[in-house]
């Protein structure tokens, strides 16, 4: 999080009609992220490190919650990239209060307002009359560098405090309504308030199994594979339906099917598709469909499917990495029969990098890999492998 | 399970089946869901399924209609065609009764929508 950013060319530190926002991701993802807020949003973004910064239209800021591949939000209210820090900690403390007071927050505070639909007041006109509908607040601070002599914790405080002198909000450090941010790196500072108080993430899984994979993270599998109107998309071991739930919402036109050897998890896929109709309404009757199955032993007509996205088994909490060896190539030669030839392709997410390599060899006369890159998941670190469907007919 | 789905299953991955298609639907409960009409996805489906199988199920659960025995020429710009594609593919859905195999006769239960295409031992 305290990274030090680059912000040449954007301008929403300066210019009252644009808004600098921070969007984070699972490291990895960022160029896909890129993807989507040019996509969705019209804007040029900058990859850093799990985050994606770009210039928007401050009216269209609350369109940034459409955004699938993104967890959480933030609007940049002041940066900079030499911070003098004092020599004692007590006067660092006070620095720090120092800045995050001068800097210009009511563009930020009405972004904040409009976004999250505040219908309080944010900014009294008279400083010293009591009002009692503000915001509850808290202060966050991150920080990397040795050359701090605060600890995080007492930053928090120090700018917290002097925030509720400027503003007067009640301080709350949970179930609060406004969260203001300090980034601090070794020279850089820089402060945001959370446009999202709950990640984006948690949408669509209302029975949740004990392993799912976050929307966000499978909303960035879709992405990456590059769904065509009409293209079939076979889930394999969908488990509670996390990638056909995600896919089937993000007006790809594809057809998504998921493939679960439990009954629970084909219980579950069901379960959460038809919540999503009851819970949006009849225009998102999602296009997906969910049947129990034996991935080895694949239910579906020749050449049927185009696009396989798969969380397979880590080998960590299902299965086991000696168990991986077998059912990965066994796996992708069952789904050769069903992907068609030449254009089909498969996106696979998994942790056990040496069963996926070792898969490689066994499965070249049906899949070519195309790329691969590392993601972190969970604090694991996971990869992503693009196989291109040869042009080989399946012969048994 | 939608009619949609139905197209794409067989029975040929179990030992004794050949072609194992198309499974014979022996529906109890169906049910019928508004889903928004999106034309060219309509358009890019058509191509991929066997027709003649979806008129077969539509027919089967009492939901043929008027649906066309075959795709007419310059489908993609028929509207009205489209749109009966589209309700039989996708807004009719099997909730519980079984799915046959024509060679085996072997039952595939489908319960609260979800259809089981689990094998047994012996006939893998």
Partial sequence: ?396 | MKLLTHNMLTSKNMKTVTTGYPLIIQARDVKVMEVEFRAEFISRMIPKIDWECLCRAAEDLGHLNDLPKSVPDNYENDEDFLKKAHHVMLEVEVINGDLICPESSRKFPVTDGIPNMLLNEDEI
């Fill in chain 1, 1 to 396: 999080m305290a990274e030090p950013l680059n912000l040449d060319g954007f301008r929403g530190l300066v210019d009252d009609k644009l808004c600098t926002i921070e969007a984070s991701c699972n490291t990895g993802f960022e160029f896909l992220v890129l993807e989507e807020v040019k996509e969705i949003l019209g804007c040029e973004g900058r990859c850093h490190r799990g985050r994606v910064i770009f210039d928007i239209n401050t009216e269209d800021v609350p369109k940034t919650l459409k955004l699938r591949t993104v967890n959480n939000l933030w609007v940049l209210v002041g940066h900079t990239g030499k911070f003098s820090y004092p020599a004692e900690s007590e006067d660092q403390l006070i620095s720090l209060a120092d800045y995050a007071e001068s800097l210009p927050w009511d563009k930020a505070l009405q972004v904040w307002k409009d976004v999250m639909k505040f219908k309080g007041t944010v900014i009294k006109e008279d400083k010293d009359t009591k009002v009692d509908d503000v915001p509850s607040f808290r202060c966050s601070c991150y920080r990397t560098g040795s050359n701090h002599k605060f600890k995080s914790s007492e930053a928090q405080i120090s700018v917290g405090g002097r925030i509720h002198d400027i503003f007067g909000w009640n301080v709350k450090m949970k179930d609060y309504d406004l969260e203001v941010v300090m980034n601090c790196d070794i020279d850089q500072v820089y402060v945001t308030i959370a446009l999202t108080n709950k990640a984006l993430f948690n949408r669509t899984l209302s029975h949740l199994g004990f392993l799912c994979l976050k929307p966000t993270v499978c909303a960035c599998l879709v992405r990456f594979a590059k769904i065509e109107p009409g293209d079939v998309v076979l889930d394999p071991m969908c488990g509670g339906g996390s990638i056909p739930l995600e896919g089937s919402q993000m007006n790809t036109g594809g057809y998504f099917i998921g493939g679960e050897i439990s009954a629970g998890g084909a219980e579950r896929s069901r379960k959460n598709q038809t919540d999503i109709s009851t819970l949006h309404g009849l225009s998102k009757v999602p296009l997906m469909d969910a049947m129990q199955w034996d991935a080895l032993h694949p239910c579906l007509r020749d050449n049927s499917v185009d696009v396989i996205i798969s969380d397979l088994p880590f080998g960590k909490r299902s299965g086991s990495k000696a168990d991986n060896r077998v059912l990965y190539p066994r796996t992708m030669n069952a789904m050769a029969r069903l992907v068609r030839p030449s254009t089909g392709r498969a996106v696979l997410l998994t942790q056990d990098k040496t069963s996926m390599f070792k898969t490689f060899g066994k499965i070249q006369k049906y899949w070519k890999l195309n790329r691969y890159f590392g993601i972190n998941i969970g604090g694991l670190h996971g990869l992503i492998f693009l196989f291109n469907r040869t042009q080989q007919n399946f012969e048994s």
